[in-house]
């Protein structure tokens, strides 16, 4: 069965500084893959996706993440964080349907000022 | 983008009482539409997959006459939580794809349930 390694639970940042969030799955295929932000009580806001193509990909708030196949990896970055990033974030991959997700675990970001 | 309105956000129920949570698409025909659950501080799980038309296939450990799923038309998919218990108590959340189940899915805004 596949799935989603978020190895990091939480992670601590200063504002400012750079943010790499890991994310490993485990499947035969190419999976569709994807990354959500959720905040305390809300719902879940889609930051990017890999289908195909581009193995790089460009989110929204100046988050992109690169799919690598040899490591089955997925890792979130953002060059400068802002205080604002505060939130969890979600790995989750689609394995045969890009719609039927399995979520990685979490990472919680705390950005410090 | 597709819109999933998900209704409502929030509830509030005493034990033994039933709860329904509605999950309507707006602009598109949700001829699927997946439910998972989120307990506190956890990842979301998928619960069920639900086909308008047909009746709901359930992930292993979810029991399918506790949690009704109602599928009947392309726009309207409900999860009913029949005798809920403080345990149900959770965030409950429907996404659906908006061009069949190869293309990204669309989340509604999520219901946090409370049993008291």
């Known amino acids: 069965a596949q799935s989603v390694t978020q190895p990091d639970i939480h992670i601590t940042v200063s504002e400012g500084a750079s943010l790499e969030l890991r994310c490993n799955y485990s499947y035969g295929a190419t999976p569709y893959l994807f990354w959500y932000v959720q905040s305390p009580g809300q719902g879940l806001q889609l930051l990017l996706k890999y289908f195909s193509g581009d193995t790089l990909v460009q989110g929204i708030k100046g988050f992109e993440a690169e799919f690598k196949r040899s490591q089955s990896s997925f890792n979130l970055r953002k060059p400068s964080v802002h205080w604002s990033d505060a939130a969890e974030y979600f790995c989750?991959?689609?394995?045969?349907?890009?719609?039927?997700?399995?979520f990685g675990t979490g990472t919680r970001l705390q950005v410090t000022l | 983008g597709a819109v999933v309105s998900q209704h409502p956000s929030w509830v509030i129920c005493k034990s033994g009482t039933s709860v329904k949570i509605e999950c309507r698409s707006l602009?598109?025909?949700?001829?699927?539409m997946f439910w998972y659950r989120q307990f506190p501080k956890q990842s979301l799980m998928l619960m069920a997959t639900?086909?308008?038309?047909?009746?709901?296939?359930?992930e292993q450990g979810v029991e399918k006459d506790k949690f009704l799923i109602n599928h009947a038309s392309l726009t309207l998919s409900t999860l009913t939580v029949t005798s809920a218990h403080p345990e149900d108590s959770s965030f409950y959340i429907c996404?659906?794809?908006?061009?069949?189940?190869?293309?990204?899915?669309?989340f509604g805004q999520g219901t946090r349930l409370t049993v008291v």
């Open positions: 989750a991959v689609g394995t045969g349907t890009a719609s039927k997700l399995t």
């Open positions: 639900s086909n308008e038309g047909s009746k709901a296939t359930y």
């Open positions: 996404s659906s794809p908006y061009r069949g189940v190869n293309t990204e899915a669309f």
């Open positions: 602009d598109f025909q949700a001829t699927t």
